[in-house]
Every structure is written in C-alpha cells, then in structure tokens.
C-alpha cells in the first residue's frame, strides 16, 4: 500500500505564510505527477497546483504569483510553499500522486489524509 503523509498546515494571519510537506512511501518504482488540491467548506475540492516529475508545474490561477510548488524526486516528497496567504485560501489540502508501485504496475492516483489550513486574525 502507497502511503501519502501531509503536513505544515497550521493557523496563519492574512498576508502570512505556510510550507505544506508531503511524502510519499519510499518503495515506489516510479512517480509521475504530484501536486495539491483542496477543498473548503461546502465547496468542491479543487487544483492548486501540480508538478511532474521533469518539474513542468501548473497552478490554479487564485495562486500564482503567490503559492509555490517544488518537489525532490529523491525523496518522494512535494512542497507547496504559500506565501500572502489570504482568507479564502482556507481549506483542507490533499496531496496527490500519480504512482507506479512496481515496474509491471499500471499507474494508480493516492492521496493524504489533507491537513487544515486556516487563514484568519
């Protein structure tokens, strides 16, 4: 079983920052795509942003210029660092990948848990 692990979430005040981390097992033949969606209440959940693994990125236009997403294929693992954070940026974020687990394995989605950011004063 892949697991995907999420944190850095956390309370922040308007205009502030946060590093969301996200891992994924290390016993994985191959990642393609990792990214972050999120979902807010009574909302749909939806892309923020995405990376592949020869760092082509794609971000939900309510975050460029202001979210950041990086990742380091060595060590399965994707960040999404936000910076002027604002109060509709708040939701549950899920970390996402698109996995091989072994080479002769079809390609399969997995997600986190999600952690809860919250933007308020």
């Known amino acids: 079983q892949v697991q995907v692990v999420e944190s850095g979430g956390g309370l922040v005040q308007p205009g502030g920052s946060l590093r969301l981390s996200c891992a994924a097992s290390r016993s994985i033949f191959s990642i393609n795509t990792m990214g972050w969606y999120r979902q807010a209440p009574g909302k749909e959940r939806e892309l923020v942003a995405t990376?592949?693994?020869?760092?082509?990125?794609n971000y939900a236009e309510s975050v460029k210029g202001r979210f950041t997403i990086s990742r380091d294929n060595a060590q399965n693992t994707v960040y999404l660092q936000m910076n002027s954070l604002k109060p509709e940026d708040t939701a549950v974020y899920y970390c996402?990948?698109?996995?091989?687990?072994?080479?002769?394995?079809?390609?399969?989605?997995?997600w986190g848990q999600g952690t809860q950011v919250t933007v308020s004063s």
């Open positions: 990376i592949t693994n020869t760092g082509a990125t």
């Open positions: 996402y990948c698109n996995v091989r687990r072994y080479s002769y394995s079809r390609w399969e989605d997995y």
